[in-house]
């Protein structure tokens, strides 16, 4: 995926968007290389970590459902009072929805529905350890609550395909405790269902999840349609996405489906390669000598996959992590990766790929620093690339070469024309401005100004 991530800065709309993209799978990347190398012992262990940070998120999790809220928004009405009337908020702080330290409570259900598989596996391969047993079950309780508390419908959808997996691949007594779960799952999701009606099945609610994905889906498809061969480049699907948008849609950087936006940003080459890599694991998990342990990571991956097709924690690492650990864990298991010149040559691959990465985050942070003291010119002189740096110094003509599809740079030189009395140059620009967020209703307004 990197190198089709690199191919598509080629031909990327932005590439300082692009290089954003890189730069966060690169870590990525190289957690599954490392993974794939662990032996059973090593791949418990580190399983266990991930497990026992869930529990201190998910306890967390619990606190601002309980108390957390109520200090935020007293807080916010002495302070910061206009933050409340931002759906943000609302939908935050009034719903009482978990997030923990994550930035959207179907992030952090996204990440919770993938460590109770996790759990339940390495659960069921330490009932003889006392100890390990019951701090698991601890583990497990205070996770499964702190997921009810995101009321997130994509969290419980994803679960319930793990759970799917994990009975598949169980035998025995294991089979009948994860079958009890199964139909626990699916009362809980008809419970969200009816508790949030509004929001799943209102055609009035212009916020209605469903239609606000149908919209995102579509949107997505129309720019596939324009960019079916080499895509918008990655990263870029919300710097193009406005000329798409409904007057109903939310603004967003995601599709809400990997596949869709894999299509979208990197063309049919990269939704070829995710096929690719979908089909890979699938295989590895069918060849693998399976544990519980195993199994629960195989089911955690699957719940990635499924919380994929309806949402965007691929581009999140708090969440993807996970997933490229166990993908590495299957594949590494699995004896995807025998020989021991190519483990040589891929460890070359990702430490290049690393000390490249660390290279560009490096003069990005320079850029930043110069930027945030108010040296433009050293920003841009640090990072040529970057069309917010010129942006700043208004000069919309590069920031406009660098990211043609951004509308907002086109207002802006207009308003700047008219400063200066060139009323045609400015009309002409608003207008390129609208045309590009065609459901923007100031923008409209500004042309009749």
């Known amino acids: ?26 870590p990525l990347l190289s957690i599954f290389i490392l993974t794939s190398d662990l032996e059973k012992e090593q791949i418990q262990k580190l399983f266990f970590i991930i497990i026992t940070s869930s529990l201190i998120l998910s306890v967390y999790g619990i606190y601002q459902y309980i108390w957390g809220f109520e200090h935020t928004k007293e807080y916010i009405n002495l302070n910061l009072k206009p933050i409340l009337e931002t759906r943000y908020a609302r939908e935050i702080l009034l719903t009482r929805r978990s997030i923990a330290t994550f930035f959207s409570p179907n992030m952090f259900a996204s990440y919770l529905s993938m460590i109770i598989p996790l759990c339940v596996g390495l659960l069921l391969d330490n009932i003889k350890k006392k100890k390990t047993f019951i701090f698991l079950i601890i583990c497990l309780a205070f996770v499964f609550v702190s997921l009810l508390l995101t009321k997130s419908l994509a969290g419980w959808v994803g679960l319930s395909c793990g759970i799917t997996v994990f009975l598949f691949f169980t035998v025995g007594a294991g089979r009948k405790i994860i079958l009890i779960s199964a139909i626990a799952v699916l009362v809980i999701i008809s419970s969200l269902l009816l508790s949030r009606y509004n929001m799943f099945f209102d055609a009035a609610n212009q916020q209605n999840t469903i239609s606000q994905r149908a919209g995102f889906f579509k949107n997505t498809t129309e720019i596939i349609k324009d960019f079916p061969l080499k895509g918008i480049g990655a990263g870029n699907l919300g710097n193009i996405y406005l000329k798409y948008k409904g007057f109903t849609d939310n603004e967003t950087r995601f599709s809400h489906n990997l596949f869709l936006q894999a299509w979208a940003e990197t063309g049919l080459p990269g939704m070829a390669a995710l096929i690719f890599l979908a089909l890979c694991f699938f295989r590895a998990s069918l060849r693998m000598k399976k544990n519980f342990t195993h199994i629960g990571i195989i089911s ?8 994929n097709l309806i949402d965007f924690s691929y581009y999140i690492p708090q969440v993807s992590f996970i997933w490229w650990a166990g993908l590495g864990a299957v594949s590494g298991q699995a004896a995807a ?7 040589k040559a891929i460890k070359l691959l990702i430490v ?6 660390i290279f560009l985050s490096t003069r990005s942070l320079m850029a930043l620093n110069y930027f945030r003291g108010g040296d433009y010119q050293k920003a841009v002189a640090t990072e040529p690339y970057n069309d917010l740096y010129h942006a700043a110094m208004k000069n919309y003509n590069e920031a406009i070469r660098l990211n043609p599809y951004f509308p907002f740079y086109y207002r802006d030189l207009g308003l700047l024309y008219l ?6 140059e400015a009309i002409n620009e608003i207008e390129k401005a609208s045309g590009l967020y065609p459901s923007n209703a100031q923008l409209h307004q500004l042309l009749l100004d």
């Open 300 to 307: 955690s991956c699957y719940v990635f996959i499924a919380n």
């Open 419 to 424: 400063s200066k009395d060139m009323t045609e």
């Open 1 to 26: 995926m990197e190198i089709i991530l690199l191919i598509s800065l080629f031909h990327s709309i932005n590439l300082r968007s692009g290089i954003g993209q890189i730069l966060q799978f690169a």
């Open 352 to 357: 290049m790929a690393i000390a490249f990465t």
């Open 337 to 343: 990766i025998t020989s021991k010149k190519s483990k």
